[in-house]
């Protein structure tokens, strides 16, 4: 099957400026993550879809970031304005359903790493 | 507060020796535990999870609840082992359910 695809693979913005990214999840797959990768630092969740509507966006900075999935597949993750420690990998991943304990494995896409000079 | 510790951000040893690498936890419940593996220019995936007490490509991990550990371990290195491993966490419930954090991440090189 195919996996997580993610575009661009890689962008370099100034600060102040706008990016956005895509992801299409694994077929199938109703939840949808979101992760942001600082380097030296392990994937930290930023926003989780349940197929379209957000299950959990607790660690989003609101004010600068934004997510949609509007048809319950692919998701388009954006920042506006970006600042210089936005500068990470995202990381898109899918899975089947969260609710079912033998199902939890979460499929990661290749990533974009932003760079924000 | 869910938290994964790796203290070790750097391992290595040779090929054919042990390999243990730590990972401790806090989680007021019961949680799933998991190991995250990514080689070099792919994409990370999952190793094992505890709850399926499988070995993968010889390593296992075994859940200790009274330590709040979830060590991972393989008896005889290998150099394709040579990766970077990640710990992580699942909550069992409410907004935790199926949410993964991880740890730092443990580079492991493994010398020929």
């Not at chain 1, 939840?31 to 879809?49: A, V």
């Not at chain 2, 220019?41 to 550990?69: C, M, P, V, W, Y």
Request: aromatic share 12%; with cysteine; hydrophobic share 30%.
């Amino acid at each position: 099957e195919a996996g997580v695809a993610q575009s661009p693979r890689y962008k370099i913005i100034e600060k102040r400026q706008s990016v956005a990214f895509w992801c299409n999840p694994i077929s199938g797959h109703a939840t949808l993550y979101w992760y942001q990768q600082i380097l030296g630092q392990g994937p930290k969740l930023l926003i989780q879809f349940q197929n379209n509507g957000v299950v959990d966006d607790s660690q989003l900075p609101k004010d600068r970031f934004s997510a949609e999935r509007l048809k319950g597949v692919d998701s388009t993750l954006k920042i506006q304005p970006a600042k210089l420690e936005d500068s990470a990998v995202y990381l898109c991943a899918s899975s089947l359903k969260p609710s079912d304990r033998d199902r939890y494995e979460q499929y990661f896409g290749p990533g974009t790493r932003l760079t924000v000079t | 507060a869910q938290r994964v510790t790796q203290p070790e951000k750097l391992l290595s040893v040779f090929k054919g020796a042990p390999v243990e690498l730590k990972c401790n936890y806090s989680y007021s419940g019961s949680p799933e535990l998991f190991w995250y593996v990514q080689y070099s220019r792919q994409r990370l995936q999952l190793l094992l999870r505890h709850i399926s007490r499988e070995s993968i490509k010889g390593f296992t991990a075994d859940l200790n609840k009274g330590e709040t550990s979830f060590h991972l371990k393989k008896p005889f290195a290998q150099e394709e082992d040579s990766a970077m491993y990640y710990c992580a966490l699942s909550g069992s419930r409410g907004s935790t359910l199926g949410r993964l954090y991880f740890g730092r991440g443990t580079q492991l090189t493994v010398w020929p």
